[in-house]
């Protein structure tokens, strides 16, 4: 683990997510994150950068491909979604489990965005037949 690795894992263990919006650091904390880790993490800027996931709308080009890919995954309702993968990809640590871009989480950024826009549709899509018990038509 580099320093930077290491100060990632640190925020995420007091509950601060870093992200990044070009060349911004985002951090997102239920609490606001204590002083002496907002200036680490301000001053391990330059390390952290190329190491933080871009931060993605659900429109962008790389969510887009991941959520066609993984839409195909969905099985017909009712029965439950499977793990959704954008890329069949071994799992290696320190990589994402779905695409198997470097990353120091399980998923990307991207991959995690497809994953919550395809469920949403899933779920929207049968909003109505959810409520329905299977079996409950017998006789019908
Ligand atoms: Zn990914």
């Known amino acids: ?4 690795q290491r100060l990632i894992a640190e925020a995420r263990a007091a509950g601060v997510s870093i992200a990044r919006d070009g060349d ?4 997102r904390a239920p ?9 680490r993490i301000r001053e391990a800027k330059a390390e952290l950068l190329p190491i933080i996931p ?8 790389e969510v887009a ?9 969905i099985p017909p309702y009712p029965r439950p979604a499977p793990l959704l993968v ?3 990809v071994p799992y290696q ?4 489990l779905s695409c198997g871009d470097p990353i120091p989480a399980i998923r990307c950024v991207p991959c995690r965005e497809a994953v919550a826009l395809v469920l949403a549709e899933w779920r929207a899509r049968h909003g109505t037949a959810a409520g329905r018990q ?3 038509a017998e006789g019908s």
Do not use: F, K, N, Y
């Open 65 to 73: 491909w991941r959520a066609a890919v993984m839409r195909e995954q």
């Open 24 to 27: 911004r650091l985002i951090l």
């Open 54 to 61: 871009l931060l993605v709308a659900p429109d962008a080009p």
């Open 31 to 39: 609490a606001p994150p204590d002083e002496d880790l907002r200036r």
């Open 134 to 136: 299977p079996g409950s």
């Open 93 to 96: 640590p320190g990589h994402c």
């Open 86 to 88: 954008a890329r069949e």
């Open 1 to 4: 683990m580099t320093p930077a």
